[in-house]
């Protein structure tokens, strides 16, 4: 069955850094888009960041350009967010996602940024 695991988030202070992976199973990885969006409390899911395959194109959100990058590794059926210079706002449940005709989503993992 298709699975996406999201690790790697948990608690950071304003500033700081964290990198989200996603480890993918049950597809074929390589056709696939992969995404991040993120859910903070009280609003919508947005698209954080994307990355294709063959040639590989990245597309950020305007809040978070400059400081996230999206990256994939189709060898080890991964996709990376690594985040920088985390804001409060940051804050949210940050979701994996893999699109070709059809969509796939992880269960979501929380990011917290706080003092």
């Known amino acids: 069955q298709v699975q996406l695991v999201e690790s790697g988030g948990g608690l950071v202070q304003p500033g700081g850094s964290l990198r989200l992976s996603c480890s993918a199973s049950g597809f074929f990885f390589s056709s696939y888009v992969m995404s991040w969006y993120r859910q903070a409390p009280g609003k919508e899911r947005e698209l954080v960041a994307a990355?294709?395959?063959?040639?590989?194109?990245?597309n950020y959100a305007d809040s978070v350009k400059g400081r996230f990058t999206i990256s994939r590794d189709n060898a080890k059926n991964t996709v990376y967010l690594q985040m920088n210079s985390l804001k409060p706002e940051d804050t949210a449940v940050y979701y994996c996602s893999a699109k070709a005709y059809y969509v796939y989503w992880g269960q979501g993992i929380q990011v917290t940024v706080s003092s």
């Open positions: 990355i294709t395959s063959a040639p590989t194109i990245t």
